[in-house]
T-cell receptor
Framework: EAQVTQNPRYLITVTGKKLTVTCSQN?????MSWYRQDPGLGLRQIYY???????DKGDVPEGYKVSRKEKRNFPLILESPSPNQTSLYFC??????????FGQGTRLTVV | QKEVEQNSGPLSVPEGAIASLNCTYS??????FFWYRQYSGKSPELIMS????GDKEDGRFTAQLNKASQYVSLLIRDSQPSDSATYLC???????????FGSGTRLLVRP
C-alpha cells in the first residue's frame, strides 16, 4: 500500500530536549516536505526537499533541521524544542508538481 | 498579499444544496492546483487536482480554474453532512518550487 508514515503520532517533551520526528514514503517520490498546522494559521511549510541531499527552507524554518540522505526518508529534527513549537506536524511527499500525499500527523507538545 | 487566499468561513449550507468554495492565488506562473479536505485533527485528503483552464468534474465535485483571474473554485453538489470539514486549496508556486496551502474554508452542511 502506497503511504507516508510518520512517527511518533503523539509526543510530549520538555523544553530543550532534542527530538526527531521520522517520515518515510514508499512511492519513490522525489519531493518531500514538512508542514506545521496551528489554529487559524493553516498549513505552513517548514522545509522541503526536491531530492536526495537537496533541501530548502519553507516559510517557518527557524528552530528546525532536516536531512535527506535517502529518497524515502525525511526526518524533522528539533535540536532544542520550545513551547512555541507545540503544533500538529505533517509530512508530505509527491512527484514533481503533482498531488501531495500526507502522513497521519504528529501532535507535539513542548512543556 | 498572501500567496494563496481563502475565506475562512464557516460556510453553512443545507443538506442537498451546492456548496461553492473559492481560492485566489498570486503567482501567475502557477500551473497545478489542488483541493484537499481535512477533518479536525486528521491529515489532508486529496479531493481534486486541476491543471488547465475550465472545469473538471469527479462525481459530486467540480473544480474550476480561471488563470486569467487567478482563482480556482470547488463546487460540491448534493452536499451531505459528511462533507462538513475544512477545505484547503493548494498551489505549486512556479517561482519558488514550493507547495503552498491556503488557510482553509470550514464547510458546515446542516441536516
Amino acid at each position: 500500500e502506497a503511504q507516508v508514515t510518520q512517527n511518533p503520532r503523539y509526543l510530549i517533551t520538555v523544553t530543550g530536549k532534542k527530538l526527531t520526528v521520522t517520515c518515510s514514503q514508499n512511492m519513490n517520490h522525489e519531493y518531500m516536505s514538512w508542514y506545521r498546522q496551528d489554529p487559524g494559521l493553516g498549513l505552513r511549510q517548514i522545509y522541503y526537499s526536491m531530492n536526495v541531499e537537496v533541501t530548502d527552507k519553507g516559510d517557518v524554518p527557524e528552530g528546525y533541521k532536516v536531512s535527506r540522505k535517502e529518497k524515502r526518508n525525511f526526518p524533522l529534527i528539533l535540536e532544542s524544542p520550545s513551547p512555541n513549537q507545540t503544533s500538529l506536524y505533517f509530512c508530505a511527499s509527491s512527484l514533481d508538481r503533482t498531488e501531495a500525499f500526507f502522513g497521519q500527523g504528529t501532535r507535539l507538545t513542548v512543556v | 498579499q498572501k500567496e494563496v487566499e481563502q475565506n475562512s468561513g464557516p460556510l453553512s449550507v443545507p443538506e442537498g444544496a451546492i456548496a461553492s468554495l473559492n481560492c485566489t492565488y498570486s503567482d501567475r506562473g502557477s500551473q497545478s492546483f489542488f483541493w484537499y479536505r481535512q477533518y479536525s485533527g486528521k491529515s489532508p485528503e486529496l479531493i481534486m487536482s486541476i491543471y488547465s483552464n475550465g472545469d473538471k468534474e469527479d462525481g459530486r465535485f467540480t473544480a474550476q480554474l480561471n488563470k486569467a483571474s487567478q482563482y480556482v473554485s470547488l463546487l460540491i453538489r448534493d452536499s451531505q453532512p459528511s462533507d462538513s470539514a475544512t477545505y484547503l486549496c493548494a498551489d505549486w508556486m512556479d517561482s519558488s518550487y514550493k507547495l503552498i496551502f491556503g488557510s482553509g474554508t470550514r464547510l458546515l452542511v446542516r441536516p
